[in-house]
């Protein structure tokens, strides 16, 4: 009685093995899962995605759009640290701005959000400041072509946190 057991227990294993079905060679199908797809992207609209984290590095040191492009750029704080210790945002300033002139100007810009009131004209657009495990996203016109720079405007996060929007 053991063996016939073990016997169909056997044949059970090996014909639950591969459930591919045997059609004509035109037609083969296998089984497979249906996903679900999400609605096709517009082709207009550049969706971009960059994170942050608590050792203040960007994932990303360049990113590209089209000149003109609707840009829609979700911000992630991958860390864990606080908005108070470890805020990030994501500023992109105009070409004729000078990083460590904006990064140090910053520093001292705490309540607007380290957005230097009188140095708004160097921003083409940025982010709200962000703390580890939030998110945010802003939409924007991609300028004219060129590569512009992107930084984390925190106090001190532009020596590390910086990279190129290209413009194509």
């Known amino acids: 009685m053991k063996k016939l057991i073990l016997v169909f227990l056997v044949a ?3 014909s639950c093995g591969d459930k591919k079905k045997e059609t004509p060679a035109a037609t083969t199908t296998t089984d497979t899962k249906v996903e679900k797809k999400a609605p096709a992207e517009d082709p207009n609209v550049a ?11 960007f994932n990303k040191k360049e990113l590209k759009v089209k000149a003109g492009q609707k840009v829609k750029l979700t911000l992630k704080h991958v860390g864990k640290m606080d908005i108070q210790v470890m805020g990030h945002n994501w500023a992109l300033l105009t070409q004729d701005a000078d990083v460590a002139t904006v990064g140090n100007a910053a520093a001292l810009a705490k ?8 140095m708004t004209d160097k921003f083409i657009v940025h982010t709200k ?6 998110t945010t996203t802003i939409e924007f016109d991609a300028p004219a072509p060129g590569t512009y ?3 984390c405007t925190f106090p001190g996060h532009y020596a590390l946190m910086q990279g190129k929007l290209i413009v194509e």
């Open 149 to 151: 720079t992107y930084m």
């Open 111 to 118: 309540d607007n959000d380290y957005i230097p009131a009188d």
């Open 129 to 134: 400041m962000i703390g580890g495990g939030e």
């Open 12 to 14: 059970l294993a090996f």
């Open 47 to 57: 969706v971009l995605t960059i994170e942050g984290n608590d050792q203040m590095q």
